[in-house]
């Protein structure tokens, strides 16, 4: 068998997301921001929501989002994406809404925004990296950061006494009425990739069927704010953020109990 | 008994060498070039072992740049 025998279209399993347009992303080599790009685009394929989706592009390092994904966009004011998605969802409820947020984005400026867009079960879907730092501006803390972790902010660690504990802001999410599907992913394995994509498919769905907020936690790395090697980060992450933040759905209101 | 066979096309242009698909090849097709570098300076992926590819798709599926296109022929003859 040859590699011409082999790579021929019959035989292609996989392929670059048609939606993920030609520009090479700024991110950083191995930042998880990328893979969750790539999974949101094959999902807005499959789904056949290219020409209804709109995506808010938040402040972080994600605040180019529009130059990757071939939807439309508009880009909000730090951490106000789920209020910008109020206003666009309901003006135009034939599209599909959501939010990009890193964070710091989505759990420090912009928390009460997120919590009640939440509370009044806004019919978006909320994607939120989780990667327990201000990634873009240098690696500061940020409110999810783990205890002992250190950053440009907390050089010597976080301590809960000084800097407070880090927030479950999913958890909080999953308490108020207005969500119908709380989880959080990953996407540091091929497994956990497989999930994540089946996560944001399950809220894109819950949202274009109008069953409340969505919200999608993925549990990410920076490697360059946590100065790993991206795969030395994501065994940090395995290690250090799952405790704290294990993965698994926390609340999913279509599930019979 | 049916052998698979597996290929991968890496755009190594588009590449960050960031060794997430190499860790995440089960039979250690891929590796980072050691001393060659694409436009951009990074030590791209190529296929060090391309007959061991068996076209699962765990590279492409952590590569955070999506450079990595799978191929995948079952031979039921051979
Ligand atoms: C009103 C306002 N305050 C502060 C900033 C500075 N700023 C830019 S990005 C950012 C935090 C980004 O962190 P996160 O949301 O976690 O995104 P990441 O880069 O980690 O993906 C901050 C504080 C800003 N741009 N606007
Ligand atoms: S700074 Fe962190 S979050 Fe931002 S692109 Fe780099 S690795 Fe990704
Ligand atoms: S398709 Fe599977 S076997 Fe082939 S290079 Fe990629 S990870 Fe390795
Ligand atoms: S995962 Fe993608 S960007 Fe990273 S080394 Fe492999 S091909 Fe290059
Ligand atoms: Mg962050």
Redesign the interface.
């Given at each position: 068998?040859t590699?011409e025998?082999?790579?021929?279209d019959e035989?292609?399993?996989?392929?670059?997301?048609r939606l993920?347009l030609d520009a090479?992303?700024h991110?950083?080599?191995?930042?998880?921001?990328?893979?969750v790009h790539?999974l949101v685009a094959e999902v807005l394929e499959e789904l056949g929501m290219e020409d209804t989706a709109i995506g808010v592009a938040p402040v972080g390092c994600a605040v180019f989002a529009y130059n990757y994904i071939d939807i439309d966009w508009i880009e909000a004011a730090h951490g106000r994406a789920p209020a910008v998605a109020t206003a666009v969802s309901r003006l135009q409820p034939d599209n599909v809404v959501f939010t990009y947020q890193g964070d710091g984005d989505l759990a420090a400026i912009g928390t009460a925004e997120t919590i009640h867009a939440c509370t009044r079960g806004e019919n978006i879907m909320i994607i939120f990296i989780n990667n327990g730092i201000y990634g873009m501006t240098g690696g500061q803390m940020a409110p999810t950061t783990l205890e002992g972790m250190k950053t440009s902010t907390t050089p010597y660690g976080r301590r809960a006494d000084i800097n407070g504990f880090p927030v479950k802001i999913s958890d909080i999410a999953a308490m108020l009425d207005g969500t119908c599907y709380v989880t959080r992913q990953a996407?540091?394995?091929?497994a956990a990739?497989?999930s994540a994509r089946k996560a944001i498919r399950q809220a894109l769905i819950n949202t274009r069927e109008k069953r409340g907020t969505s919200f999608v936690e993925i549990v990410s790395t920076c490697s360059s704010g946590w100065k790993l090697?991206?795969?030395k980060a994501?065994k940090w992450m395995e290690e250090n953020m799952f405790a704290k933040y294990p993965l698994g759905d926390i609340k999913n209101t279509e599930v019979k109990k | 008994m049916a052998k698979i066979?597996?290929?991968v096309?890496i755009?190594s242009n588009?590449c960050?060498?960031?060794?997430?698909c190499v860790?995440?090849c089960p039979t250690s097709v891929l590796s980072l070039q050691p001393k060659e570098v694409n436009d951009?300076g990074?030590h791209f992926a190529y296929t060090v072992n391309?007959d061991a590819c068996i076209?699962?798709?765990?590279c492409?599926?952590?590569?955070?740049?999506?450079?990595?296109?799978?191929?995948?022929?079952v031979?039921k003859n051979?």
């Amino acid at each position: 068998m040859t590699r011409e025998d082999i790579i021929k279209d019959e035989n292609k399993v996989y392929s670059r997301p048609r939606l993920l347009l030609d520009a090479t992303m700024h991110y950083c080599p191995g930042c998880s921001h990328g893979v969750v790009h790539k999974l949101v685009a094959e999902v807005l394929e499959e789904l056949g929501m290219e020409d209804t989706a709109i995506g808010v592009a938040p402040v972080g390092c994600a605040v180019f989002a529009y130059n990757y994904i071939d939807i439309d966009w508009i880009e909000a004011a730090h951490g106000r994406a789920p209020a910008v998605a109020t206003a666009v969802s309901r003006l135009q409820p034939d599209n599909v809404v959501f939010t990009y947020q890193g964070d710091g984005d989505l759990a420090a400026i912009g928390t009460a925004e997120t919590i009640h867009a939440c509370t009044r079960g806004e019919n978006i879907m909320i994607i939120f990296i989780n990667n327990g730092i201000y990634g873009m501006t240098g690696g500061q803390m940020a409110p999810t950061t783990l205890e002992g972790m250190k950053t440009s902010t907390t050089p010597y660690g976080r301590r809960a006494d000084i800097n407070g504990f880090p927030v479950k802001i999913s958890d909080i999410a999953a308490m108020l009425d207005g969500t119908c599907y709380v989880t959080r992913q990953a996407v540091h394995t091929p497994a956990a990739v497989r999930s994540a994509r089946k996560a944001i498919r399950q809220a894109l769905i819950n949202t274009r069927e109008k069953r409340g907020t969505s919200f999608v936690e993925i549990v990410s790395t920076c490697s360059s704010g946590w100065k790993l090697s991206p795969v030395k980060a994501n065994k940090w992450m395995e290690e250090n953020m799952f405790a704290k933040y294990p993965l698994g759905d926390i609340k999913n209101t279509e599930v019979k109990k | 008994m049916a052998k698979i066979f597996g290929a991968v096309e890496i755009d190594s242009n588009r590449c960050k060498g960031c060794d997430l698909c190499v860790a995440a090849c089960p039979t250690s097709v891929l590796s980072l070039q050691p001393k060659e570098v694409n436009d951009r300076g990074y030590h791209f992926a190529y296929t060090v072992n391309p007959d061991a590819c068996i076209g699962c798709g765990s590279c492409a599926a952590v590569c955070p740049d999506a450079c990595i296109e799978v191929y995948r022929l079952v031979d039921k003859n051979a």
